[in-house]
Structures are given as structure tokens and as C-alpha cells.
């Protein structure tokens, strides 16, 4: 049996801008996509800390070092710049492994610059 777990979760990313006109995604930092084990395209999940919507869309990488959190398309309407998301993307685990299983994770803070980095454990995907 395989369990849908978390993967990969950014918490607090500050949005920096949105662009109703792009054609669709969320724009994450590059280096923040790495630090988490986020692929270009994957399916992610976000939460938005100061509205409540909730979202599901796909990231794209912005440049490196740019610390940008970029709304795109239609997910433009679902915040602003100012606001906090939750960025999170999951995985299909086996059960054997599903117990010791712990995601990778940061915390952004002003700048959306690197707070807090839990490491993942052995027998986790990176």
C-alpha cells in the first residue's frame, strides 16, 4: 500500500507580485524550490495566510536569488502582494517507509529569506 504524504512545504512566503496576464503557475525562487526538493512543473498546493483561499496550480522556478513568490494567472485574483502562503507539494510513499517519513521543509521570513530548514530523514526522497 502507498500513502499520499507531504513532500516538500515552504511556509510564509511572502508574495512579491502577481500577473493576472501570464498564462498560469506560481513563480518560486529557484533556490527556494531546491532547498525543498521542488521540481519546475510539479502539482502544488498553496494556502493563502491572510485570505483563506486555497489553491492548486503548478510551480515555475523565478530567478535564482531573487526571493520572488510570483502569482500568476488566475491565481493572481486569489492574493496579493503583502500576503503569506503556504506552498506545499506531496508524494506517494510506500507504507513500509510512510512511518519514519518526514518532509522537507523551510520558513521564510522578511525577504522571504530562510528562517528555519528541517532536514529530511533517512529513506526520504531528495
Known amino acids: 500500500m502507498q500513502v499520499l ?10 508574495v512579491t507580485a502577481g ?8 513563480g518560486i525562487d529557484r533556490d527556494l524550490m531546491d532547498r525543498v526538493g ?4 510539479e502539482k502544488i498546493l498553496c494556502g493563502n495566510l491572510a485570505n483563506g483561499e486555497r489553491f492548486e496550480t503548478y510551480a515555475i522556478p523565478a ?8 502569482l500568476n ?16 507539494s506531496y508524494t506517494w510513499v510506500d507504507e513500509a517507509l510512510a512511518r519514519d517519513w518526514r518532509p522537507r521543509v523551510i520558513v521564510l521570513g522578511e525577504g522571504n529569506q530562510v528562517l528555519e530548514q528541517d532536514e529530511p530523514r533517512a529513506g526520504t526522497t531528495d
Do not use: C, Q, W
Request: charged letters at 20%; aromatic letters at 6%; zero cysteines.
Open 5 to 14: 504524504l507531504l513532500k516538500s512545504k515552504i511556509h510564509r512566503a511572502v
Open 19 to 26: 500577473n493576472v496576464d501570464y498564462e498560469g503557475s506560481l
Open 38 to 41: 521542488l521540481f519546475p512543473y
Open 63 to 70: 530567478p535564482r536569488g531573487s526571493r520572488a513568490i510570483v
Open 73 to 88: 494567472g488566475a491565481t493572481a485574483h486569489l492574493g496579493k502582494p503583502g500576503d503569506r502562503l503556504v506552498i506545499m
